[in-house]
């Protein structure tokens, strides 16, 4: 299709750059309209929308034919002027001159995804095609720029990369939620969080972050949760409770000001109000457990003392403040066997997770960790953990133990949060469910 | 140990920047030389080395005294002035006014890695601790430095992060190197790729990657080969094999310059002599399968036309070139069934391999994809692969099929290649082999 005299490809995303000049476009028909001797294709090509004005009497008469029966995603290459328009999509469009069809997409067997509502089992089975639809796409644009501000949040401020394996040994903390895997005769786990390495490399690197998919064999079907998504995991040599809730704050606000930079138009395609994401500066509220409970309580909620925030507790508690709200030091007894007691109240942990607004839960979960190894295997001991498994890490207090803290923080539930959809299923390219392994 | 006047913490990478201050450095006693009335201890942070030097008379005598019997990986604490000296590691050293040690190990129970030599199995046993040396902390960071400009590089050009799923269902292309996993009383298996993914999200999003953990379970035993690991794959939609290699060239130049501008210290480190990486500059000689053939018969290997290129192969191949050399149009039959044969000679695939220099082998492998429906629907009957396995990637060239293509690209062996080392397993924090699962 391409010949010496032929004027550059462009993506749409540059056209404002070549107003007035000559230029090709490749994408797939996002949309036709027909106006007498007028054509109005609006093409997609991932980068943007762009639309071309195809005029009768400036095309080829078997071009503006086979134009008017374009389906859509029928992929093809319009050939025109770049020209401001304001009332285009985009604020281009395109004054065609010549279009070519790459592949027509057959009218008796059309695209399965049109304007109009699907099932969302339906849009499952097909998430290798609803990819392409205009949300999706806004939605994996911001999925992107969350990633890319975590890494750079902390390539910047000296963290090193350090993977921990997917692939790991015993099963430390109990099989029920593991996904098993052979491994050569043997038996394998998949990972559920790469803590326990990342503290091995902090005492190698001193600030590292492990950044990868994790797996959850969890029955629970919620909207907030996925049997594989992403977690990054700074763990920070040095560092006690406070240092992890200064990190993690600073976090999501570089996070969410990089999103709000980045990607005004994606969250404008999500209908996303940004009026509460623009709240979210320094420094987040802190409580306490204890006043965590007081204030549920008080606002109608039947919480126990001593238990766990479920789902409707946290929403509660979250309306409260305009900003993720950071609540510490919970009941040792409900958290991991890993965390270190509070000097002053042995009971606690000291732990902190973080609320994100507007009901959408826990995206951050941290805490400094014991360093002591003689308390450490005590933990492991009164909780039946088989104390084997665990050598390598308990070396870590054998050989310059120091104190060290981290968090994790899980990237479907921030993306969902500042997309403001509802269900994380659709904050990954190719979701897992308990029910969903395809495609 | 701090106090409202305590100076403050710096870490060892910012000591020129405090020169003449009194600061506090802490770590692990890395090594510890004694003089007389001097002691010259050497703290590691994991930002870098610095040398303290206490003088019997300028601080408390016990605390020389404890100074003096400090066994290496003890964690400490140490309080000085930071002053310039050109013979310390750095070029800086703490005048030590105060040291507080935070965990001694006992010299009965010492730090198990020594700078004695160990053997291999001895250090993957111990590789929670053996990240701790020098060299694998210098890998750790080159290795940082490799993955975050692999995606600068593709996030400065327009690229859209979409990774790919780690869980897959059916089992493409036979299960003999794939690990199978429980999943709810169904089949799953870790993905071998992320390929067929990214051309869904390349037919989304135009140009798109993925980069995660990917897993074969081969039995083969070799330098080059890993049971999980890192692997970059850009996809793009419209891109035919000379865009796919002009990407390809343009990455690894990329990478090798950003390394070679942030990781000098890292490569002294490792006695990388640099000067071959200095050479890493574009265009790559791109050459054919049949020249390859020709070239490694003629060098004296005994490779047989018509067969892929084996370890041996790449090697003789590779020497004959400054820089990596890229090597397309292979037979057909011995790649992938998705690889679009070549319109002048359909026995070829419009594929490539790219061969680090050095001995370090394929780095890189890619091709245009098959974008016509029927074609790809005939590879998959010749080879005997389930069908309707591939319904979803099928409707990729049902739904406005483009020419696209891709590569990956294997971050152990870049890395391993850039770090001048012989054996990938050293390239990745906790590597998994066949024979390895632990720690």
């Known amino acids: 299709m391409a010949s010496e005299a032929a004027p550059p490809f462009i993506e749409i995303r540059h056209a404002g750059e070549h107003a007035g000049q000559e230029v090709r476009v490749r994408g797939w028909l996002y949309n036709l309209r027909e106006s007498g001797k007028l054509l109005f294709p609006i093409l997609r090509d991932g980068t943007g929308l ?231 500066a320094l420094p987040f509220p802190r409580i306490t457990y204890d006043e965590a409970v007081e204030r549920i309580r008080a606002a109608g909620g039947t919480m126990e003392y001593g238990t766990d925030l479920g789902g409707g507790d946290e929403t509660i508690l979250a309306q409260q403040f305009d900003r993720p709200v950071m609540v510490h030091r919970y009941p040792a007894k409900v958290k991991a066997f890993y965390m270190q007691p509070d000097a002053e109240r042995p009971d606690l942990a000291l732990c902190v997770d973080m609320l994100a607004p507007e009901g959408y839960g826990e995206v951050i979960g941290g805490s400094q960790r014991i360093h002591d190894l003689e308390l450490l295997r005590a933990r492991i001991r009164e909780q039946n953990l088989p104390e084997e498994a665990f050598g390598w890490y308990l070396d870590l207090r054998r050989f310059g133990t120091v104190p060290h803290g981290g968090f994790g923080m899980g990237i479907e539930r921030v993306v969902a949060w500042l997309c403001g959809i509802e269900h994380v299923r659709e904050t990954i390219p190719f979701p897992r469910t308990i029910y969903r392994l395809f495609p």
Chains 1, 2 share one sequence.
Not at 77 to 84: D, F, L, N, T
Not at 130 to 156: G, K, T
């Open 50 to 280: 762009m639309q071309a004005v195809l005029f009768k009497k400036n095309v080829p008469e078997a071009v503006f034919e086979q134009a008017r029966h374009l389906t859509q995603e029928s992929s093809l290459e319009i050939r025109g002027v770049v020209r401001a328009e304001l009332r285009a999509p985009g604020g281009f469009e395109l004054d065609a001159r010549d279009l070519t069809v790459y592949d027509a997409v057959p009218a008796e067997h059309p695209y399965p995804i049109t304007p109009k509502e699907h099932g969302i089992e339906f849009l499952m089975e097909h998430r290798h095609l609803w990819l392409r639809s205009q949300r999706q796409v806004a939605i994996l644009r911001i999925r992107h720029q969350v990633i890319r501000a975590v890494r750079e949040f902390f390539d910047n401020d000296g963290f090193i990369l350090a993977d921990a394996p997917i692939l790991t040994p015993a099963a430390c903390e109990g099989t029920s939620t593991l996904f098993e895997v052979e491994y050569f005769g043997d038996k394998a786990y998949l990972t559920q969080s790469g803590q326990l390495y990342a503290e091995a490399t902090a005492m190698a690197l001193g600030k590292t972050y492990c950044f990868g998919p994790t797996f959850r064999a969890e029955k629970s079907k919620t909207r907030r949760h996925l049997t594989e998504f992403w977690m990054v995991e700074p763990e920070v040599a040095f560092a006690q409770l406070d240092d992890v809730m200064h990190l993690a704050e600073r976090l999501v606000a570089h996070v969410v000001t990089s999103v709000l930079a980045h990607c005004r138009s994606d969250l404008a395609a999500l209908e996303r109000n940004t009026a509460p994401l623009e709240n979210v």
